[in-house]
Structure formats: structure tokens, C-alpha cells
């Protein structure tokens, strides 16, 4: 297959590590597999301890986190059920990946994050909604962001802080990601914020809740998310927003929704969904 892109997630990790890491499907932790050679990796990014870091599992750091449990703010609970601990350590409820340790993830366990899709109709100059020639059923756009990390383009989804409600974060990491709130002065991220609040307070859509086929996931920690669907009905609302690109992104764009997208990780699959219930042109 392939190496992805997102094998230059990081130059001090080994290209082959990536390779192995890319997809875990099937590779379960109860079938032998003799020919499996682990390779041990955490980012200096992780192991130098930010906030957003857990430190190493152990009695010399006598840190010893609760899994499958609401850890003081940190949810290590899966999406996905109870997953294994194996001698302290947790595995990945999708099987091995071939790397051990966190690589590139801040948490043991499940690193929880959440994808906000913003969509609306596609419409031509007189605002009517355009068909698509061959299924005849209308276009939809979302707003999709360029990862800096890797190139890739992605739903500008990000991490859920320690106690946070998943709907502040989709909120937030839309308004960092696709409009630089973070780069604003308190008066004009006041303004974005009362522009995308009814919209964020719409009736929305939950698409999908479980694990991310991340680029990042390991053997001991993973990405699992909570992505919800935010449709702009009559386009007056986010359609008419000043989309800047901020934070983790390096551009933001409405981009349109059918099955030839390519997007990070199992994104397009979420917008599958979506244009499935909405009745928009997939394929
Ligand atoms: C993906 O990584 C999630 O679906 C979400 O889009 C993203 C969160 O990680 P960061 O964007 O914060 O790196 O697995
Ligand atoms: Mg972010
Ligand atoms: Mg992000």
C-alpha cells in the first residue's frame, strides 16, 4: 500500500513505523501472530510533559491511571465498551498497529476529540440549490480544513479538554480552526461567536461516535471522537461567515461532498453519512 502522507507526521520516527500503523483492522489481540515485532516509540513532543501529556505509566513516576473510568477530569472510557489493560497498559480495542507506547498521542487509552461538519447547500447565483447532472439530487458543501501536521484535508476537529462538554469543543475547534478565533481581539471573536451560536444551537446531527482510523494511534493509545453535523437550512447563517484558517490549520474551504473526497483518517466516511440522510449527491 501507499505510505500516506502523514508517514512525515514526524521526522525522528522511523518511516516504517508509520506503514505498519496505518491500518489496524483485524489484527486482533487474541490471534497469534508470530512474524510481530514491536516497536516501542513516544514523541519528545509527549515524553517532554505538556499539559495535555499523561506522564509514564510506572512506579517511577507512580503514575498509575484508572482505565475504563472518568479519571478526575480525564475520561478513559471508550466509545467502543471496556477495553483490555494488559500489565497496566491499555490496548487498542481495534487490535495491534505494530508500535507500542504513545507515539504522537498525549493520553494512554482513548484520546478523546470531536468534529464539528459544517454544511450547506451548493447554489448558483440566484441562490437556488445546484443538482448534480447525474444523480439529480442537490450538492452538499462542508467546511474543511488543511492539516498542518500532515497536508491532509480534515474536518477542523479537535482534542475535548479535561471536563469539557463535547459541544464547547466542537464549537471552539471550529471557531480556532476555521476562523482563527484564537488570532482575534475579545470584541471581534465576541462577534463570531454570536454569528455561529445559532447555528451551534440548531437541531443537529450526531454522524458517528467511536473510534478514528488516526494516523497516530498505537497499540496503547488512540483517537476515538464525537462528530456532529451542524446544517445551515437556508444558507444565511455560517454560509455568509469569513473562513480563516487558525491554530492547527493551514487553509480552510468550502469543499464539496461526494465520493471521490479524500480526506484523513476516516473523515469522508462521516460525510458519506451525512450526505446519505440528507438526501445530497454521493455518487
Ligand atoms: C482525528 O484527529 C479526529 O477525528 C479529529 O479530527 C482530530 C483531532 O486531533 P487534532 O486535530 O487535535 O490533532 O482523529
Ligand atoms: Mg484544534
Ligand atoms: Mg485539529
Known sequence: APLSQCSQLSQS???RMWRVARRNDGV??????????????TAPAVSSGPVWADPEIGVDSGFCPKFNALDNAVDRRSHEGTYRVDNGYPLNPHGRTGITGRGL??????NHAADPIITRW???????KVLHPGSKNPI???VSIKRKDCGEWAIPGGMVDPGERVSVTLRREFGEEA?????????????LKQQITELFNSPSFQVYK????????????????VAVNYHDTSGSSV??????AGDDAGKVAWVEIDSTLRLYANHARFLEIIARERGAHWE
Open 28 to 41: 486482533s489481540w487474541g490471534s497469534t501472530c508470530p512474524k510481530y515485532s514491536q516497536v516501542r516509540y
Open 105 to 110: 498521542l498525549g493520553r494512554w487509552g482513548p
Open 140 to 142: 452538499l458543501q462542508f
Open 239 to 244: 454560509a455568509q461567515l469569513p473562513l480563516e
Open 13 to 15: 520516527a522511523p518511516t
Open 210 to 225: 467511536g473510534y478514528v482510523d488516526d494516523p497516530r494511534n498505537t497499540d496503547n493509545a488512540w483517537m476515538e471522537t
Open 122 to 128: 451548493k447554489r448558483d447565483s440566484e441562490g437556488r
Open 179 to 191: 476562523l482563527n478565533a484564537l488570532q482575534k481581539t475579545k470584541e471581534q471573536r465576541e462577534r
